[in-house]
C-alpha cells in the first residue's frame, strides 16, 4: 500500500504565496506522473498540474504563471509552490501519484485565499 501525506495548506491573503508538499511512502518501486488537483463544493476534482517521470510539466489555463510543480525522486515527494494567489483558488488540494500497482491520492489540505 502506498500512502501520501500532504502538507503547507493554509490561509493567506490574496497575492500570497503558499507552498504545498506531498510526501509518499510504502510499498513503492517506482513512480510516475505526479499531479495537484483542487475540489470546492458543488464542483468536480479538477487538474492543477502535473509532472511526468521526465519532467514534462502541465498546468491548468487558470494557474498558468502563478503556479510551479516539482518532483524529488530521492525523496518521492511533488511540491507545488503556488504564488500571486487569487480568491478562486481557494480549494480543498490532492495531490497523487501512479506508483508501483496503481493510482493513489493523498488526504487534501485546504488552501483559503481570502482578505
Known amino acids: 500500500q502506498v500512502q501520501l501525506v500532504e502538507s503547507g495548506g493554509g490561509l493567506v491573503q490574496p497575492g500570497g504565496s503558499l507552498r504545498l508538499s506531498c510526501v509518499a511512502s510504502?510499498?513503492?518501486?517506482?513512480?510516475?506522473?505526479m499531479g495537484w488537483y483542487r475540489q470546492t463544493p458543488g464542483k468536480q476534482r479538477e487538474l492543477v498540474a502535473d509532472i511526468t517521470s521526465s519532467r514534462s510539466t502541465n498546468y491548468a489555463d487558470s494557474v498558468k504563471g502563478r503556479f510551479t510543480i516539482s518532483r524529488d525522486n530521492a525523496k518521492n515527494t511533488v511540491h507545488l509552490q503556488m504564488n500571486s494567489l487569487k480568491p478562486e483558488d481557494t480549494a480543498v488540494y490532492y495531490c497523487?501519484?501512479?506508483?508501483?500497482?496503481?493510482?493513489?491520492w493523498g488526504q487534501g489540505t485546504q488552501v483559503t485565499v481570502s482578505s
Open positions: 497523487n501519484i501512479y506508483a508501483s500497482y496503481g493510482r493513489y
Open positions: 510504502g510499498s513503492i518501486f517506482s513512480i510516475g506522473t
